[in-house]
């Protein structure tokens, strides 16, 4: 069946980095366009980053250009969210998603960031 599993999230100081991945399993990954999302408590989720199909340039959410950068290995079928200089206001769960015709979530990955 579909998979999408997060792993990377954690507790860090901010100014801190983490990098997030996303290991994808029971669907055609390359031909899918993958994102992130974050939702923080009591606020709804939203879009961080979306990368195409081939990959190349992402694009991203206003509140993080140029301290976040997405990625995708194929041969991996694993994309990839590093991120740098985090901000408290980046405390959210992260979750990854695939999207073709249908989207796919994964469980989401908690990122914790301590002022």
């Known amino acids: 069946q579909v998979q999408l599993v997060e792993s990377g999230g954690g507790l860090v100081q901010a100014g801190g980095s983490l990098r997030l991945s996303c290991a994808a399993s029971g669907f055609t990954f390359s031909s899918y366009a993958m994102s992130w999302y974050r939702q923080a408590p009591g606020k709804e989720r939203e879009l961080v980053a979306a990368?195409?199909?081939?990959?190349?340039?992402?694009n991203y959410a206003d509140s993080v250009k140029g301290r976040i950068t997405m990625s995708r290995d194929n041969a991996k079928r694993t994309v990839y969210l590093q991120m740098n200089s985090l901000k408290p206001e980046d405390t959210a769960v992260y979750y990854c998603s695939a999207v073709r015709a249908t989207r796919y979530w994964g469980q989401g990955t908690q990122v914790t960031v301590s002022s």
């Open positions: 990368i195409t199909i081939v990959g190349g340039a992402a």
